[in-house]
């Protein structure tokens, strides 16, 4: 069960490397900290995949579409401006 479990993982990560990633318009052009996001396996699945732009082979987060649609709103709206 648990080795169904990593190769599910493991092929989830394969797929992942292939998506097309849109950077985030939040992170600029100065190679700071730079968030992508895949929009298209958000629609496909219902869950959005972001990562970090300067280590695209890195591992990814994924958040399903609510939580994901709540963060992006809370940012628009100033929730986290210091």
Same mark, same amino acid.
């Not at 968030?35 to 219902?46: I, K, M």
């Given at each position: 069960m648990r080795e169904s479990r990593v190769e599910n993982i493991r092929?989830? &990560?394969?797929?992942?490397?292939?998506?097309?990633w849109i950077k985030s318009s939040?992170? &600029?052009d100065n190679g700071g900290n730079c968030?992508?996001?895949?929009?298209?396996?958000?629609?496909?699945? &219902?869950v959005v995949p972001v990562?970090?732009?300067?280590?695209?082979? &890195?591992?990814?987060?994924?958040?399903?579409?609510?939580?994901?649609s709540a963060f992006v709103t809370s940012i628009k709206v100033g929730d986290f401006d210091t």
């Open positions: 092929s989830e &990560g394969l797929r992942l490397m292939t998506e097309q939040y992170s &600029g968030v992508e996001w895949a929009p298209a396996r958000a629609v496909a699945t &219902g990562r970090d732009s300067k280590v695209p082979q &890195g591992p990814a987060l994924v958040f399903d579409t609510t939580a994901w």
